[in-house]
């Protein structure tokens, strides 16, 4: 198990060195610095501005140079945001973008997980039914669609939460709806058909033969072995809501770190660039990571070096 974790952490970083590697050099293709945007000021000064942050001196330069300050965990400091730190600007909005996130994560997985589970025990029946058209819905109709429409419907004429902001309770309503809905429609498929397959296989027959109660057979069987497949999604989920919430973010006046990279990338601020995008960077990979762990540990079967036993 220690041999697997290594290795798991070790490709991690290998990843997370290649993205770094890449958002570097790809950001400097870019035509352009960042005080290009800037009005009436004069040459000289941007030439200081360059010179300041280091700009002036050669790529190969900058980049081994950032290498070493990401080493040392120092994301530098913002060119826009005056004399603030990169790692402080993500530290103090990150916490909205964080409560929305895992609220999002956790009711996408239970009623994800219910619906499917509805849907594979009441099979091709109302239940089956009404649950897949809610899920095809779902996967169908983007995010910020749905944000949009929501919003409109529930806070603008019924007035029952507000149009924006991220205040009280109340308002994490309708942005999590919005975050969750596509999620929640990818776990109910997934539950569906996997519960579907489990419930027809020999070993739970041979369960009900052996006169074990229904109860018993779905939570040491049926729940254990159908969920995998969900415990597999969430490493590409928990990218899903970190990504979409940019623009859920935009669309409730949240003031998360997805408006942070917006600004960022929209005023060419390119130590927050590299700084946001290493941070999704490690979230996703952790999330990644943990997930492989976590399906070792939920399926005794599988290998640590990979696939399962035969």
């Known amino acids: 198990m220690v041999r697997y974790v ?14 770094i590697s890449a958002t570097f050099f790809l950001m400097k293709a870019i035509p352009g610095n960042p005080f290009m945007s800037e009005k009436n000021v004069p040459p000289e000064i941007q030439a200081r501005l360059m010179e300041q942050y280091g700009l002036d001196k050669p ?16 994301l530098g400091i913002s060119m826009k945001h005056q004399n603030q730190e990169v790692g402080g600007i993500i530290l103090q909005t990150f916490s909205a973008s964080l409560k929305l996130g895992i609220f999002a994560i956790v009711i996408s997985v239970i009623v994800g997980v219910l619906l499917g589970m509805l849907a594979a025990l009441y099979h091709r029946k109302l239940i089956d039914n009404i649950a897949m058209v809610l899920a095809v819905l779902g996967i169908a109709v983007p995010s910020f669609v749905l944000a ?3 919003q409109y419907l529930f806070a603008q004429k019924l007035g029952w939460f507000n149009v924006m ?6 308002d994490y ?22 519960m579907l397959e489990v419930l027809h296989a020999d070993y739970i027959k041979t369960a009900k033969a052996k ?14 072995n159908g969920i995998l497949p969900v415990v597999t999604y969430i490493g590409p989920m928990t990218a899903n809501v970190i990504t979409g ?33 290493i941070f999704y960077g490690v979230l996703l990979m952790l999330a990644r990571f943990i ?11 599988i290998k640590l070096t990979g696939g399962k036993e035969g």
């Open 6 to 19: 290594l290795s798991k952490f070790f490709y991690m970083l290998v990843s997370l060195f290649i993205l």
């Open 59 to 74: 790529v190969y330069q900058q980049y081994f140079k950032y290498l070493g300050d990401i080493a040392t965990g120092d």
């Open 173 to 194: 309503v309708l942005p999590v709806a919005a975050l969750s809905a596509q999620p929640i429609a990818f776990i109910a498929r997934l539950t569906r058909s996997s």
């Open 211 to 224: 006169g074990l109660n229904w109860m018993t057979i779905m939570f040491k069987h049926v729940i254990r």
């Open 148 to 150: 949009s429409l929501i």
């Open 245 to 277: 919430s940019v623009v859920i973010e935009q669309i409730f006046g949240i003031g998360g770190i997805g408006k942070v990279f917006v600004e960022c990338i929209t005023n060419r601020d390119y130590t927050m660039i590299m700084g946001v995008t």
């Open 165 to 170: 902001g991220f205040d009280g309770p109340l």
């Open 291 to 301: 997930t492989d762990i976590v399906y070792v540990l939920v399926d005794p079967r």
